[in-house]
């Protein structure tokens, strides 16, 4: 199970520099700005998780 985790945050860590770099491009574009908060909330909430089921 905490290989899954590994690789979730590993995937989700390649995603958020990929977005960030499309952002800084695209100033405008909402949308991603919010895939990406939606991601970072994601992670939070699996660390949490994580740390509370220890």
């Given amino acids: ?3 899954f985790y590994l690789h979730f945050f590993k995937k989700s860590k390649k995603k958020i520099k990929k977005i960030q770099k499309h ?3 695209n100033t405008k574009d909402h949308s991603s ?3 990406l908060l939606k ?3 994601t992670n939070k909430r699996m ?3 994580l740390k509370n089921k220890k």
């Fill in 23 to 25: 952002i800084k491009n």
């Fill in 39 to 41: 991601i970072i909330n």
């Fill in 1 to 3: 199970m905490k290989k």
């Fill in 47 to 49: 660390d949490l998780y």
């Fill in 33 to 35: 700005k919010r895939g």
